[in-house]
């Protein structure tokens, strides 16, 4: 059976890179429209490689550095290679999420284009084009990762606690290239709106904004290569925690091997599952809404998902079907994360038309209600995601295991049906990131579009589509924090079954500091990444201003900006600012690993993933409300474009881009990277903690 499952693993993974090949030559053959379309592609496409091949270089180096650390530093006496396994899988990890982002990259650039033109013919087609190009990075991501695992579960005895370090490394590259890439797009979005639309009065992707090609090149380095890291490392962290779940003694020995490889097997199901509900998205009719047929092709996949984990758990899990309801919980609240996300941030809804009827009084009402909005949404998926923990527990443990009556044994079983939820919930991941990819590409379609003067040619299509791309961005960063919320739950208690602690207890004075800092760090965290973005748009506002007064006839249409320069700014202002919030997170758990102690470090991680959870949350949901709030008025509504409502929804979306693109996303790796470290560098905890 072993053999079966792990040539099965293989195969399916196969089967998906074999499909992206064809997807992304299917992407490649469609029409590049016109010889402006095609040139300001050609820049875009440029300005997102030349940045992200000096992020990966400055990656490599810091990564670099601590994989050679870790060599030297971890040591078991039973396991003498142990430091060299960590350090090689660091390295592996930390570069596939790198290449993850760089597929996702490139497919991006290639499709937007092709999305623009077909934009003016056809509904059906653009869709088609978008889509796809987000499944290539979808399909890639989950397929890299499972071949990673077990290439290194293969090569390492089939031990998944020495692969952890792959999945530190994953964390680890996600982090910079989630922060570096916020940092930037952000910078260049909020400077040429704030310019652009309530300086100058043009439109958002006008061509004689000097920032608006690095706008468009942010799309790609943050929304597309940035969350292709994230989710890479989300899902790697979440199957190798599983993994090791499935080794604690109450579970391996009712399941043996099964019990261990179950995640990767479900993920493998997940692509098949994804691959076939690809083919469910088509327009059915030119006037279609865009969510529906991807809401068709995600129900699909979902359902495509259950009947798959009934199945596996019939013949891998002794038929145990208690667990494939915790599966089925995952799947649900997967659905449910995506309603609420769907309600807060939607222009249809009524908490977005708060903060644009607010905004008809000035900027300050409209981002005060786009702040409680962000607040308030965290009420329903707390209370969703609790009962989701709840409910999967018990199903793995019985219900003593809720009132604390439970066996140690019995609360390992719990935790492995919490494990099980979370493997339901990422089991539809790739169709999740294909939605994710269908944002960016569609907003830079647009942006092609309107920069080439082609705005009339086809503009109800590209505007309906760019809209709803806003939604699926904000979709699938609630996706991500609910996936991050079960799967820190998981990996917290991997954590302490590797240290040997059955519980953290804060009534101890070094453990109680644990938290503490837990908590401050995704503060400090956050006012690192934001400021960073206010700096760096702070820069990038006084250089459009110059050019507007240095270079005759930019506003005009006589002469041409420097684009060269604003993405000059971006770049550079994000790999250095990247670094000091990354290392921040990296460095302050080891020093309280060492010197608190592994329970002070559990709090750590405890106490950071709570407050992590619903920081995200409110950045997410809070920043992309005010942004849907200015696309509203956009739209035509509470005097349309121009008018003192528009101005107002600008500056507030101003606010909540680096919330909901910046700071947010990068919190969702924080949360995992606190695990993973601690996972990862378990033995230095143990044998040299000063407490």
Sequence with gaps: MFNILISLIIVVCAIALILVAFLARYILIQDTGTEKMREIASAIKSGAEAYLKRQYKSITIIAAIFAFLFALAIKDPHNPWLGIQTSFGFILGALCSNLAGYIAMRVAVLANVRTASAIRKSFDKALKIAFRGGLVFGLSVVSMSLLGITGLYLLFNKDPRLIVGFGFGASFAALFAQLGGGIYTKAADMSA?????????????????????????????????????????????????????????????LYGLNGVLFPLIARAFGLIATMIGMFFVYAKKESEDPFKPLLRGLMVTSI?????????????????????????????????????????????????????????????????????????????????????????????????????????????????????????????????LALDGFGPIADNSSGILEMSGLTSEGKEISEKMDAIGNTTKALTKGYAVGSASLSAFLLFFAFLEVVGLKGVDLSKPAVFIGAFIGAMLIFLFSALAIKAVGKTAAEMIEEIRRQFREIPGILEGKAKPDYARCIDISTKAALKNMVSPGLLIIVVPVIVGLILGAEALGALQMVGIIVGVVMALFMNNGGAAMDNSKKYVEAGNLGGKGSPTHAATVIGDTVGDPLKDTAGPSIHVVIKLLNTIALALAPLFILYALL
Excluded at 208 to 224: E, H, L, S, T, Y
Excluded at 240 to 250: C, E, N, Q, S, W
Excluded at 326 to 334: D, F, H, Q, S
Excluded at 365 to 374: R, S
């Design 304 to 432: 495509l998902c259950v009947i798959f984990f009934y199945i596996l758990v019939r013949i891998l899990l002794n038929n145990n079907l208690s667990l494939f309801l915790a599966a089925v919980i995952g799947i649900v609240t997967a659905a449910l994360i995506a309603l609420i996300t769907n309600y807060y941030t939607s222009y249809s809804k009524r908490p977005v038309l708060e903060i644009a009827n607010s905004a008809k009084g000035g900027a300050g009402p409209g981002i005060i209600t786009g702040l409680a909005v962000g607040m308030e949404s965290t009420g329903i998926f707390i209370f969703v995601i609790s009962i989701a923990i709840l409910a999967s527990f018990a199903l793995g443990g019985g219900l003593p295991v809720l009132v604390g009556k439970a066996s140690w044994e019995a609360i390992q079983k719990g935790i492995y049906g919490t494990a099980i939820a979370t493997m339901g919930m990422l089991s539809v991941t790739p169709i999740i």
């Design 193 to 253: 709106d704030l310019v652009g639309k309530v300086e100058a009065g043009i439109p958002e992707d006008d061509p004689r904004n000097p920032a608006v090609i690095a706008d468009n090149v942010g799309d790609n380095v943050g929304d597309i290569a940035g969350r292709g890291a994230d989710l890479f490392e989300s899902i790697t962290a979440e199957n190798i925690g599983a993994m090791i779940l499935g080794l604690a003694p109450a579970i391996f020995s």
